[in-house]
């Protein structure tokens, strides 16, 4: 079975997540009806999502079988003082996030980023293994551009499976979609409520939001405003049907039960004219990493 019917077009993220949180959120979060969890061993709450994932188990919410989980081994920065994973680091990264899952399997284990320019071949590597052992589902990356992606096709090796990146009206990497869906690479959007005004606003979350573009998520003239009004919904939904509407599977995040259910109902579909005009909005770039946009790796 291919990626594209088996994974839920709608999942919950966990970035930024405490333990507690993720528990909480994954237990509720299934209990709604979401069947997709992200995680990442760099968020650090491994252990609180395999809690979440214990309860909806004993019970009886859910079997194994109907959950698909995904995690992420960081691929080490050099810039950050991190050495580069070898491809036994890798298998060793999977195998202490499945004993924090509590797991014998994940069902997609992405590359994080694409900044270990000197071994991402390894990595990949090892992520097919690691596919042909059972241990994992599916394999994929995350922030890759078509450069590392095309290293994967000039070594002779498969594509992943999907290719989790930031997208969003204001980040829409038209160049990039194309690519992906051109050689059947499957699209998980993330960030997908960053225009809102309401995104990372506590101390700590940052980002290369701007304030221009905080100013122009609060006017009242903000185009998901209108749209928001014209339908009949919250700005989210509307931010999260547009990335629905265009096949991308999507992981919405939140700490409250009542967004939990926001963020899986959906009732409406956006005119194509309104998608015309949402196509307007792009502005380039990612805003999530304040780092730097993890797409313009080399």
Do not use: C
Request: proline share 3%; no cysteine.
């Amino acid at each position: 079975m291919t990626i594209h019917s088996k994974i839920p077009s709608i999942g919950l993220g966990t970035y930024m997540m405490s333990p507690e949180e993720a528990e909480e959120m994954t237990y509720e979060a299934i209990k709604i009806g979401y069947r997709h969890i992200d995680t990442a061993e760099v968020y650090r709450n491994e252990q609180g999502v395999a809690k979440g994932i214990e309860r909806s188990l004993s019970e009886g919410l859910v079997s194994r079988s109907e959950l698909f989980i995904t995690t992420k081994v960081f691929p080490g920065n050099e810039i950050w003082g991190q050495s580069q994973k070898t491809f036994d680091d890798v298998t060793e990264s999977l195998d202490n996030s499945l004993k924090r899952l509590k797991l014998e399997y994940v069902d997609l284990y992405l590359i994080h980023s694409a900044h270990a320019n000197k071994t991402r071949i390894e990595q990949w590597k090892a992520l097919l293994e690691l596919k042909s052992m059972g241990k994992i589902t599916y394999a994929g990356v995350a922030n890759w551009n078509i450069k590392h992606l095309q290293e994967i096709n000039d070594a002779d090796l498969p594509l992943p499976d999907t290719n989790q990146i930031e997208l969003h009206p204001w980040a829409q990497q038209p160049e990039l979609v194309e690519y992906l869906q051109n050689n059947n690479v499957h699209i998980i959007a993330y960030s997908s409520l960053v225009p809102l005004s309401t995104w990372r606003k506590k101390d700590g979350e940052n980002s290369l939001k701007t304030k221009d573009m905080e100013n122009e998520g609060s006017s009242v003239e903000s185009l998901f405003k209108i749209l928001a009004n014209k339908y009949n919904v919250k700005e989210s939904q509307i931010l999260l049907q547009w990335a629905l509407q265009l096949k991308y599977a999507i992981l919405p995040k939140t700490i409250k039960i009542a967004r939990l259910q926001e963020n899986f109902q959906f009732s409406f579909v956006i005119e194509e004219e309104d998608m015309l005009l949402i196509q307007n909005e792009n502005k380039g770039g990612g805003i999530t990493w304040e780092w730097g946009d993890p797409l313009l790796v080399e």
